[in-house]
């Protein structure tokens, strides 16, 4: 098995290609260990030293780790797992995981409906090269509420993204959005 890496905008964060499907639909973002127990591939990535968020998406796997060790360091540990993981034919996540529900006014359905095929076609596909996700959370007055995952979790240029980029694609697209906002999980 060839895991292939690539870097993201975060130096934190490293994504993992591991040449096969990760999950079927969907993504899975973990921020601590606790968490993870619902996937036993997150589960064995943070009983690594230093490793600080896992984020599955459909065909990769982004790893952030803390300060207390370089890349060269758990990069080759990192790949172990995952490796170990596919090989032994585990299944990536133990239940359905479902997602929190979205928060939007019921007169607006059809407006946060179309805000969420163009996030599908234009915004995830980029974000998903990065390592990261974007999860549409809600639309009420004018206001478009996402969750950044993965690596666009604390990365430095994710306010960029949002607001230049996002915010500004939405509102092209979409005259009633006003504005584009980041929430907690």
């Known amino acids: 098995m060839f895991i292939e890496t690539d870097i993201t905008p975060n130096p934190a964060t490293l994504k993992f290609l591991p040449g096969r499907t990760v999950l079927d639909q969907g993504s899975a973002d973990f921020d601590r260990a606790e968490a993870a ?3 036993p591939l ?3 990535l943070f009983d690594l030293p230093a490793v600080e968020r896992v984020f599955l998406g459909a065909d990769f796997i982004s790893v952030t780790k803390s300060d207390a060790m370089d890349w060269p360091a758990l990069k080759p540990q990192v790949l172990g797992a ?4 596919f090989l032994s034919g585990r299944p990536v996540m133990a239940s359905d995981a479902q997602l929190a529900d979205e928060d939007v ?3 607006d359905r059809e407006i946060a409906d179309q805000i969420k095929e163009l996030l599908d076609a234009r915004v995830r596909p980029a974000v998903a090269s ?3 996700d974007i999860v549409f959370r809600g639309f009420r007055a004018g206001v478009v509420t996402l969750h950044m995952q993965g690596a666009c979790s604390g ?4 306010t960029a993204t949002l607001k230049m980029g996002i915010e500004n694609l939405l ?3 979409v005259p009633e959005v006003t504005s584009v906002e980041q929430v907690a999980a």
């Not at 990365?155 to 994710?158: A, E, N, R, V």
Request: hydrophobic share 25%; proline share 9%.
């Open 37 to 39: 127990s619902i996937s």
């Open 42 to 44: 997150a589960t064995a």
């Open 82 to 85: 995952i490796m170990e993981h």
């Open 105 to 107: 006014d019921p007169a």
């Open 130 to 132: 990065d390592g990261g």
């Open 155 to 158: 990365c430095p240029s994710s």
């Open 171 to 173: 509102r092209h697209y």
